[in-house]
């Protein structure tokens, strides 16, 4: 089996530290507000907000109530949101898009369905 020169084998090492270098400087840690409400007629409990890096919990809304969540997440995400009330656990699929330049604002609404609506929308300057 051939042998690699030495100095490729140096510039295969540097390569990959370089490239663990720009990932971890490409992921950075953003945070973004969202306004989660309940507008259902029914109290709901451990609701889970979740994401690219992030998982949030609240434990309780009352009906018609809302709060204000704080996510930090990384690079590009959407939110995943699950929740009991009466006893069943309702999940709905990932909606929505914010990316991490901190410049977004959401809200996440349970409506009287039980279903979930999520919007971002960026923020003005």
Request: charge should be neutral.
């Amino acid at each position: 089996m051939p042998r690699s020169h030495p100095l490729l084998r140096q510039l295969s090492h540097t390569g990959g530290i370089l490239a663990t270098v720009v990932m971890v400087a490409c992921t950075r840690t953003s945070t973004t507000t969202v306004h989660l409400r309940n507008d259902s007629a029914e109290d709901i409990r451990n609701i889970v907000l979740s994401g690219h890096g992030f998982r949030v919990t609240t434990p309780r809304l009352g009906a018609g109530e809302g709060t204000d969540v704080s996510v930090a997440f990384e690079g590009e995400s959407d939110v995943a949101v699950s929740f009991v009330v009466k006893g069943r656990t309702v999940s709905t699929p990932r909606q929505g898009y914010f990316e991490g330049n901190g410049a977004y604002t959401g809200d996440v609404v349970i409506k009287s369905d039980l279903s979930v609506a999520a919007t971002f929308r960026l923020l003005d300057y």
